[in-house]
T-cell receptor, first 110, second 114 residues
Framework: DAKTTQPPSMDCAEGRAANLPCNHS???????VYWYRQIHSQGPQYIIHGLKNNETNEMASLIITEDRKSSTLILPHATLRDTAVYYCLPKGGSQGNLIFGKGTKLSVKP | GAGVSQSPRYKVAKRGQDVALRCDPI?????LFWYQQALGQGPEFLTYFQNEAQLDKSGLPSDRFFAERPEGSVSTLKIQRTQQEDSAVYLCASSSGHFYYGYTFGSGTRLTVV
């Protein structure tokens, strides 16, 4: 399974864009990049995933580099409720377990 | 229900006691996962069911851990003779089987062994 590297923590001002990077240089060709977040005392929440094209949904945007070795999750207008640990996880398209690293703890400050 | 439901929310067990943790997945979800999360760490995989079949139990840390999903819906994670190192949050996730939608997690059961 591909290994990921994420910064342990980041701060962001409320209302500004939060850009969370992830390195996944060993990702294989059939693995998608998934992002989940975990708000304190809750289970992880699915945010978005992509293969090689950039993706956008109501929660976030995902930018994947052309070589697929890294990606960036963008929260365009961070709010205090976006304070959470964000996990980047490469995963194949079939059902199977998710392998979580330590993630990035994002603190959104007023 | 609308989400994955886990009970109890909190459980305190004396060392050596047996515990049973319940997961009610989203109705119709064929896949069900159990994870263990220690304080300050990411969730770690324990076991995976597709309907009633346990397809992967490679993450169960010892033979004291046992999971079942007899009718392909509700699942129970049982821990026998609990030890202090079993103290953690136990998370359950379910999926429709279509990878596009991601997995839906419950809020977990926090187990404290004293």
């Amino acid at each position: 399974d591909a290994k990921t590297t994420q910064p342990p923590s980041m701060d962001c001002a409320e209302g500004r864009a939060a850009n969370l990077p992830c390195n996944h240089s060993t990702i294989s060709g059939n693995e998608y990049v998934y992002w989940y977040r975990q708000i304190h005392s809750q289970g992880p929440q699915y945010i978005i995933h992509g293969l090689k094209n950039n993706e956008t949904n109501e929660m976030a945007s995902l930018i994947i580099t052309e070589d697929r070795k890294s990606s960036t999750l963008i929260l365009p207008h961070a709010t205090l409720r976006d304070t959470a640990v964000y996990y980047c996880l490469p995963k194949g398209g079939s059902q199977g377990n998710l392998i979580f690293g330590k993630g990035t703890k994002l603190s959104v400050k007023p | 229900g609308a989400g994955v439901s886990q009970s109890p929310r909190y459980k305190v067990a004396k060392r050596g006691q047996d515990v049973a943790l319940r997961c009610d997945p989203i109705s119709g979800h064929v896949s069900l996962f159990w994870y263990q999360q220690a304080l300050g760490q990411g969730p770690e995989f324990l076991t995976y069911f597709q309907n009633e079949a346990q397809l992967d139990k490679s993450g169960l840390p010892s033979d004291r851990f046992f999971a079942e999903r007899p009718e392909g819906s509700v699942s129970t994670l049982k821990i026998q003779r609990t030890q202090q190192e079993d103290s953690a949050v136990y998370l359950c996730a379910s999926s429709s089987g279509h990878f596009y939608y991601g997995y839906t997690f419950g809020s977990g059961t926090r187990l404290t062994v004293v």
